[in-house]
Nanobody, 117 residues
Framework: VQLVESGGGLVQAGGSLRLSCAVS????????IAWFRQAPGKEREKISC????????YYADFVKGRFTISRDNAKNTVYLQMNSLKPEDTAVYYC???????????WGQGTQVTVSS
């Protein structure tokens, strides 16, 4: 399983970005996919995810109402729409996959998001 993120960049506060995570694998529809981020000097934190059981979604409190996760199973891609971005959203954003219920064992290389004030 390979994951490739794209869509990061520099945006002003209040702006929007859409991140994409292209996932290889024959059973993408069965994968639980999550977005994480890590800012300099901080621990990695989970932002949002899809359950692989019922596609229910989870959002961390600090992104609720601003970020939306979605997936296109026909394209093996998961998206993270980020609106109302804040400088504190600046981080490297990663997508990760749990392909077999054993945890997020597959990770992308990350994409940098920088929000200027």
């Amino acid at each position: 399983v390979q994951l490739v993120e794209s869509g990061g960049g520099l945006v002003q506060a209040g702006g929007s970005l859409r991140l994409s995570c292209a996932v290889s694998g024959d059973t993408f529809g069965d994968y639980a996919i999550a977005w994480f981020r890590q800012a300099p000097g901080k621990e990695r934190e989970k932002i949002s995810c899809f359950s692989n059981y019922d596609y229910s979604t989870y959002y961390a409190d600090f992104v609720k109402g601003r970020f939306t996760i979605s997936r296109d199973n026909a394209k093996n891609t998961v998206y993270l729409q980020m609106n109302s971005l804040k400088p504190e959203d600046t981080a490297v954003y990663y997508c990760a996959a749990d392909a077999d219920g054993s945890g997020y064992n597959y990770w992308g290389q990350g994409t940098q998001v920088t929000v200027s004030s």
